[in-house]
């Protein structure tokens, strides 16, 4: 998916040549755009600046500037790639309805002297899929290209749902700015958001502004899916999704799950264990006919302040399911409903960032970051820190495997496990096999700022999985590390 996302080709190439004679003049550039189109990507670029030749830019729809599907925008001089889709635009564009037909890039040419010449070419990329939805890479490009861990909060809402703050005056709650969201979340250090509002997506035209200031901070598209007997977030995909389970078009969660599996998106199920009565309508994952977890990428295994609420917490469901044999990644997100929460207290709204979910991903892009967590190279920082970081890996014979990737173990082999930790010294490490604690020959508390600890498993040949925890001096779960598979 990722390779399909990043390397599009352009679907056209424009060109065209100016001279003095067209100072103060405008051209129309037309081109096609055939059916099954869901979002126009130009970019473009001109020669001749250095003697001053400027060229303003612009986007007409089939209709020109009469009717509903004409003008679309126009930037002048201040961008150089835009892009319009039925969800979002870049500023000074309008989001609609991508109509096959004839469009035409309006130049303005405000400036050009009279014995001056210049070439402009105008690169257009056409999405008609799902794994070209969110644009080309010239339009999103990676906010890092080096691999590390990256970390983010998966969860959180605004006021395009139901997140609230109180406004300038203190005087009374209104819907929360989503620019208060994105400064919260650099403020906590973090490196890539959600922004997962109840169903809608009209949060990603937003993103569209935001984005290009906030260059050290990825946000992601995301939405999440709110039905009477369940909730999951959907990440990465743009599309608008029909969420009505219960529907003659939605008969249940897996017309859902089949639905969006084509969007080339990752879900994961929110908050599994929160009641399912008029305390949380519809927050408690209830289906009334069994789902097909196959459909599934992962599980909100965290969500805010679970750690501390054990009843809620979603980790038994999640590992239930790993331990039937489908290999989910356990996430977190804190599920922010104000922005403005900077310390969490019983019933109010907890800290964005409060759980950190950590991706071990290829650069920093959506794409990579997605594809970090359907691989489950994934840990939980319950209390969201800045560098707090644990890392699991196996080895057997001449195979290596991290969190979320499987290894061969023939029976009477050994697998050596290695647990290494950063900024939890005095704390504890916790290891699981198929779901219970285990006692390995190792030394497992953490006595400096960085440690290893190595055991040996020996394989009986079967299936199993490992992961490990790391616990406070309390017993409180600081860490929750995904599993590594053996004979999965």
Known sequence: MAASFCAMAQDRILHGDIDGRDNETYRSVPFDVPPGVTRITVAFDYTGIE?????????????????????????GGSKHVFTVSATDATPSYLPGAI????????????????????????????????????????????????????????????????????????????????????????NRGLDFIALSDHNTVSQFNDIRELQPYFDRLLLMPARELTTFSGHANLFGASQPVDFRVGSASVPDWNALLR??????????????????D??????????????????????????????????????????????????????GGSDNHDAKSVVYLPGSSIPIGTPTTVVHARELSMPAILDGIRAGHVFIDVQ?????????TARAGDQTAEMGDALSASAGSTVKITVTTSALAGDHIEIIADGKTIQPNADLAIHGAQQSASFDWSSDGKRHWVRANVLGTGGELLMVGNPIYING
């Open 51 to 75: 003697q001053h030749t400027t060229v303003d830019l612009g986007l007409l729809g089939p209709d020109g500037f009469r009717g509903q599907d004409g003008f679309r925008g126009w930037s």
């Open 99 to 186: 109509r096959p037909g004839r469009w035409t890039l309006l130049l303005g040419i405000p400036n050009i002297r009279n014995n001056a010449h210049a070439s402009y070419t105008a690169r257009v990329w056409f999405a008609h899929d799902a794994a070209t939805a969110w644009g080309p890479d010239v339009l999103n490009p990676p906010l890092r290209k080096e691999a590390g861990w990256y970390r983010g909060d998966l969860h959180m809402h605004g006021a395009h749902s139901d997140g609230s703050c109180t406004n300038q005056s203190r005087a009374q709650r209104v819907p929360c700015p989503l620019f208060l969201t994105v400064e919260a979340a650099v």
């Open 259 to 276: 639905n969006v599996s084509t969007l080339h998106g990752v879900i994961s199920i929110n908050h599994a264990r929160r009641p399912d």
């Open 278 to 331: 008029e305390t949380c309508m519809g927050c408690g994952w209830a289906p009334k006919d069994p789902v097909d977890m196959h459909l599934v990428q992962a599980i909100e295994a965290v969500n805010g302040p679970d750690a501390i609420r054990p009843a809620l917490s979603g980790i038994p469901f999640w590992q239930n399911q790993i331990s039937k044999g489908y290999r989910l990644t356990a996430i």
């Open 384 to 392: 969201g820190t800045r560098d707090r970081m644990l890392d699991l």
